[in-house]
């Protein structure tokens, strides 16, 4: 038994986060049924990389563990079905537009009448109201309006875009967070609730250390690349070998630092002790180092620091750090079995639970062919006959 058993969760989200938030809740448990336009889907369906088999590693990414319904929410019947499943679940996650819902007859008044206890949640980019509310966005354009672009990168380089989808990611977590809280509220007050999250307010959330400098400093933060705003030594360096290393040190790391590096002359100053004093020396303490790392390869010197105690970091690619020792101990990759795509590897969950039975050992869900799942659910969830499910395809509300 997972956490969620027993919850059902309908999902009429596409793309990534709202089909993040979904996956994390599926993981955990929890029914979730995927609204998809018939004959089309969720737009990730055909995203890129596409496998041969003609799915995508996009959606494989994001869908596991659900079912999927097709239905054509443009047409009433397809909207009647919506609002009958609606009254038998316990979530409701959704990222139309503002308004988007309301007029396909979906909207939480509407849904919530019928299902007083229902947790509904809607991400949208800018929220339901202030300004923005009706502004689209991707991704990379949360990350540049909510300031995230303006701090990554290197000085003397342009604005950079995290190297993953930041800001769906994180909106994501948030959906699968609002969705939790509403059910623990609703398990007290017996109510649902509707949740209104902006993934720009996710990502302006995020700043809370930027925004803390800001108003201690009154100091617009600036991009530093690998390196620590308020710690030095904190950054990325180059080993003789090319490869990168990365550490973090605190005052403690200093002395045991420079001694792995053989740097005496570092050492012996007592200006250097603290924290505060590196940072008024950035750029000589951060040449020295620089020039240390330069005559040991990445491996060498990465044995030496861990040995001295002081925080360090190979900078890895994606295949390295899937393939790292700690990642397959920690089972952190596993597969699932596709009948079109056949056996695919994909991540697990990050959570580790006392009580639930191994998540790194039970095999991962596997994300639905498009509609696979619509006769099913309208049997076990409607009741419905395979009559009057025939009669609904002919009309086309389900495909």
Known sequence: MRPLSGITVLDFSRVLAGPMATQVLAELGADVIKVERPGAGDESRGMQPVLPSGESAYYFAFNRGKRSVALDLKSEGGRRLARDLAATVDVVVENFLPGGMDRLGLGYRTLSAANPGLVYVSCTGFGQNGPYANRKGYDTVFQALSGLMSLTGHPDAPPAKAGIPVADMTSGLWIAIAALTGLVGRGTSGRGTHVDLSMMDVQVSLLALAAARLFALDEDPARTGTEHPGRVPSAALR??????????????????????LGASELAE?????SNAGRLAQRDRVMSALAAA??????????AALRAAGVPT???????EILADENTVARGMVGSFEHPAAGSFPALRTPLRMSDVDSFEAAPLGTPPRLGADTEAVLRDRLGLGQNEIDALRQEGAIG
């Not at 080993?239 to 792995?260: F, V």
């Not at 100053?269 to 002790?273: S, W």
């Not at 790392?293 to 990465?302: K, M, S, V, Y």
């Open 269 to 273: 100053d007592p200006a250097l002790r």
């Open 239 to 260: 080993c003789a070998d090319g490869r990168w290393l990365h550490i973090s040190c605190s005052d403690q790391h200093w002395l045991p630092l420079c001694e792995a």
């Open 293 to 302: 790392f330069a005559t040991r390869p990445q491996a060498e010197l990465a």
């Open 313 to 319: 970091g190979e900078v890895n690619t994606v295949r």
